[in-house]
Each structure stands twice: as C-alpha cells, then as structure tokens.
C-alpha cells in the first residue's frame, strides 16, 4: 500500500520574489594607469642547455 504525497504548493511570489535589501559595492580606488609600460625583459640569447639522459627510447628486441 502506498502513502500518496500531496503536491507541493507553488510559491505565489516566484515571478517577484522578495529579496533583502542590497548595498551596492565600493568601487576601489585605483592609480592612474602609467603612459608608459614596464620595460620588457630581453630573453637570453643562449640557448637553453640540453640534458643527456642515459636511457633508450627504442624498445628492446
């Protein structure tokens, strides 16, 4: 024997729903931005050491 369960009531404000009052937000004070952007670091002219690894890669016979 089942129990019937009765349906929920729909809420009667779903369409506007009340909402709590909201502060808005304080807007940061900010630097003005520089005219001029930071200088960009050259990148080495060197390459870049390779390190020798003792293993194989091929698979064994």
């Known amino acids: 024997m089942s129990i019937p369960i009765p349906a929920e009531t729909p809420d009667p404000n779903i369409d506007h729903p009340t909402l ?6 304080p807007v940061p004070e900010e630097d003005p931005p520089e005219t001029t952007p930071p ?3 050259e990148p080495p002219i060197d390459p870049a ?5 003792g293993h194989s890669i091929t698979p064994k016979p």
């Open 20 to 25: 709590p009052p909201t502060e808005p937000q």
């Open 49 to 53: 050491p390779v390190i020798a690894c």
């Open 39 to 41: 200088p960009k670091e």
